[in-house]
């Protein structure tokens, strides 16, 4: 037996409205990990013994030691994480306000024609 289950338009957009806000928090939560691992990688490299330049606001070590590596690769890392999280996050705000556009379109075309309905159903007849 197979049962069919059928969505009205207004019920998908806000499923897909939902689902836009739920990914959207998640590429926030890529961005807060991304700057854990910005600092975390900033940190590791101030901590080596002060042999260190400096690339615009980012500390690097031209020694070739396990700690340099680390902290470039979570430097690295944590500003791939940022950016991603942010586009991600502005693509799927963008996405949600379309939906919700969409949602309010569609609401008030239901109660316009639902009035329309509702005014010609209590028409006297003489």
């Not at 338009?9 to 928090?25: G, K, Q």
């Not at 590429?27 to 990688?41: C, D, M, S, W």
């Not at 680390?70 to 799927?92: D, K, Q």
Request: net charge neutral; glycine share 8%; proline share 1%.
């Amino acid at each position: 037996m197979t049962y069919r289950v059928s969505m009205s338009f207004n019920d998908y957009l806000h499923e897909r409205a939902e689902e836009s806000r739920h990914n959207e928090t998640l590429a926030y939560l890529i961005f807060l990990a991304g700057t854990v691992f910005f600092v975390g990688g900033i940190l590791e490299t101030l901590s080596l013994d002060g042999n260190y330049s400096w690339f615009l606001f980012i500390p690097y070590s031209s020694e070739a030691n396990a700690g340099a590596f680390l902290g470039l690769t979570l430097i690295f890392s944590g500003i791939c994480l940022i950016v991603f999280g942010i586009a991600t996050g502005i693509h799927f705000s963008h996405d949600r306000n379309w939906y919700m556009q969409e949602v309010c379109k569609t609401s008030s075309s239901e109660e316009n024609l639902r009035k329309k309905t509702m005014k010609g159903g209590h028409r006297r007849k003489d």
